[in-house]
């Protein structure tokens, strides 16, 4: 084999030129890969930490708004316990019909529990024992689940308890299996201490089903890889069920330092052989003391996915590019080669790139001044070549440029090689384009979501902060967000204007519109996006110091969630929004409405804890009122015991069953003569056999009959309630346990309840019963 040095310059030359293109293009391509590689990787974990940062969010809000009405629950079982208005005797009563107003209170709360120490209630428990919400022992462990009213009475309670005690606040459990809707399925429970006197007497709280909770999970992330952990490492929500209860990255130990640790972060670990990209987002469920995660792991091969093929690409370019620069290197050493004369030194020179070098035109004619004549003006055309070269290297990509010949491969190469450049150059911008559209909509939502989860509290000032900040970041001219009103039964609702903003200043109208009523109340019903650029002459107008004009785009978006819609925005601009501001407005308006439920539901709240206090009053005051009432009956009783004793002196010679009679005559009497009088008290007396032998003007109002049709009919016959033939009868109630009881029950659209007490002869036998009714659904319409 020859050496280097001894081979011809027909060969050495295109190996040199070949090899020195390759180099050089290798070098190219290995800087834009790693370049690219590199923007790769930063585009693709900003977008996945953006995704996944507002996935967090929304499942934190979530949570936090279902441990509203439980914690809300606490507070008031501490006062219904510690207070000395309400009866130790009635104070479970109180707190049955309160956990039943809660659970109604939220659509979705299927599962609502709470357990209480022994006797930390009423101090009553062996007179609760297997009674409503009470267990065997008489312990307090009222549940409500899928609105029915239970008893907790599996082996959890001890364990849920002390945990919470424990901890001494808020908790949120360690997943575990549990029978929860009739299958064993994973369940998370969290809980709230009910503190009464700076101790904790009692555990409030709400199951969530893991399965339940990993599908709206899932529904919040986009990028289909996203997971709920615990600051021990413990996956709590996982797109794959298999994973849920394990230990995330297989116990990784530079992601459980960073979980324990309780801030956000992200980190490459190597993950099962794979390099894997993880990025952590911390998350705080009401006042726990323990952070969550939300976490996303992405394998690095999907992190670089979209750079194979430019990398290919590449690399194809380089092996071409080096084969048409040797290729076009050895053709035009050949040309020169058969110059062996006078222009051999300038062949040099131009063989060792000096193409700047002057060379005279020749007017000669014969072979040589032809050789020279094309020598210059191929110099020339290398030097135009090389500037346009230049110019594209430099950026200049609309510089000009002609070809030799049909055969200008380099020409070619490096026009080709220009329009790569424009077509990357328009693609860069494309992209660079879109790129600023999705960081727009992404701070956006990061920007509402603050200000939503600022303004929670009050729907005036989370409307106008809503509608100015929107308008402001839409670069729109005027807005005003449409409220629908909680119009009580029997009244109709409108859509009220809560907000309205223009031109950097806030607006005071009032305005209403009923649903169907104009394009506002159209997109209402309808519950899609209105948006138009062609608008009707006078359908509204923009103001402002400098005159009054028309404009030219008009979007009306319904506040939407879940198929329920809490009032519409509508925006007017001069200019016409673009897709990505129309989309972006539709995402919002899903969060402001999820919002506004909130508020609506904090406002329903608090409006049901104020009637139920003052409902509580009401019937305190009532049953005082009876009180008195049943304290004149017995100053009344005794005044008919004492004519009774004289009676007695006058009929000794009666039997004893005979005075009986005669004393149940005379109470009939005495009833017929006092008990008519309180109009809205419903009074009825029978016999042992319950037969009725009195009944009261306004219980024979009531019901719409006459004493004839009344005395002497069995109860359950005049009733006609199916409750009258059960144990659950307030009389029957009485023969069996000895104690007035109330019972309520219903009938035809009225909701009643009843109190059932004995009557007795001089010798303190059973002569009789009396029922004292009490029609309550006014007072249950008022509270729901």
Known sequence: MKRFKDLSINVKMPLLVGITGFVVMAVVCTILIISQRREAFDNT????????????????????????????????????????????????????????LFSAAEKQMDNFWAIFENNAVDGLDEMFVDSVGSNSDGAFMPCILKGEMRVMSD??????????????????????????????????????????????????????????????????????????????????????????GGIIGDGHQATLEGLAKGKDFELM????????????????????????????????????????????????????????IAGFGSMLIRWMLKDVGVLNSTIDKLSLGHINQQ????????????????????????????????????????????LLSDGDVLGKSLLDMRKSLQKAENEQTIRAKEEE??????????????????????????????????????????????????????????????????????KFVEKQIRPGEGLVGTCYLEGEPIYMTELPDHYISITSGLGEASPNAVLICPLKVNDIIYGVIELASFRAFEPYQLDFVQKVSESIASTIGSVKVSIRTNNLLAQSKLQAEEMANQE????????????????????????????????????????????????????????????????????????????LTMLGKSKEQIIGKYCYDVW??????????????????????????????????????????LYGNDIGYAEVIEDITEVLSKSQ
């Open 45 to 100: 974990t900003k977008t996945i930490k953006s995704a996944s940062a507002i996935a967090a969010v929304n499942l934190a809000d979530y949570i936090n708004s279902a441990a509203v009405i439980p914690r809300a629950f606490t507070h008031m079982a501490a006062s219904v316990i510690q207070s000395d208005d309400i009866p130790q005797k009635e104070k479970r009563q109180r707190l049955l019909e309160e956990l039943m």
């Open 359 to 402: 060379i005279e035109d020749s007017k000669s004619g014969d072979e040589m001044g032809v050789m020279k004549n094309k020598l210059y003006q191929f110099v020339g055309s290398l030097k135009r070549t090389a500037l346009f070269a230049s110019d594209i290297g430099h950026g200049k990509l609309d510089a000009e440029y002609e």
């Open 720 to 761: 006609n309630v199916e409750i009258c033939k059960t144990d659950r009868c307030a009389i029957e109630c009485l023969k069996r346990s000895g104690k007035s009881s109330r019972v309520e029950f219903n009938l035809g659209d009225r909701r009643l309840t009843t109190h059932a007490s004995s009557v007795k002869d």
């Open 269 to 324: 670990v190597n993950f099962r052989g794979n390099d894997e990209y993880q990025a952590f987002f911390c998350i705080q469920f009401g006042e726990c003391d323990k952070n969550w995660f939300y976490g996303v792991s992405i394998p690095a091969s999907d992190v670089y996915a979209a750079l194979r093929k430019s990398t290919i690409y590449l690399i194809f370019l380089t092996f071409i590019g080096a084969l048409v």
């Open 437 to 506: 559209q999705r960081n727009w909509g992404t701070q956006g939502l990061a920007k509402f979501a603050e200000i939503l989860r600022r303004d929670n509290n009050n729907l005036e000032t989370l409307s106008y902060n809503v509608i100015s900040n929107l308008v402001k970041y839409l670069g729109a001219n005027q807005g005003g967000i449409f409220v629908l009103n909680d119009a009580e039964s029997g009244k109709e609702k409108v859509l009220e204007m809560k907000a309205c903003y223009a031109f950097d200043r806030k």
């Open 155 to 244: 082996n959890r309670t001890d364990k849920l308890f002390e945990l919470t005690r424990t901890a001494g606040q808020e908790i949120f459990s360690e997943p575990y299996l549990y029978n929860l809707y009739g299958t064993e399925e994973h369940v998370l429970s969290y809980c709230f201490p009910v503190m009464v006197d700076g101790r904790i007497v009692g555990v409030v709280g709400r199951d969530f089903s893991i399965a339940q909770l990993n599908k709206i999970a899932i529904s919040y992330d986009i990028t289909g890889r996203g997971r709920l952990v615990s600051s021990d490492g413990i996956i709590i929500v996982h797109a794959n069920p298999e994973r849920i």
């Open 624 to 699: 005082e009122e009876l009180r008195q009432n049943m304290e004149e009956m017995q100053a009344t009783q005794e005044e008919m015991y004492r004519r009774e004793a004289d009676l007695q002196k006058t009929l000794e010679g009666l039997s004893k069953s005979q005075l009986s009679a005669k004393v149940f005559a005379e109470k009939m009497h005495f009833y017929e003569s006092t008990l008519d009088s309180p109009p809205d008290t419903m009074i009825y007396v029978a016999d042992l056999d319950q037969k009725i032998v009195y009944m009261n003007k306004a219980c």
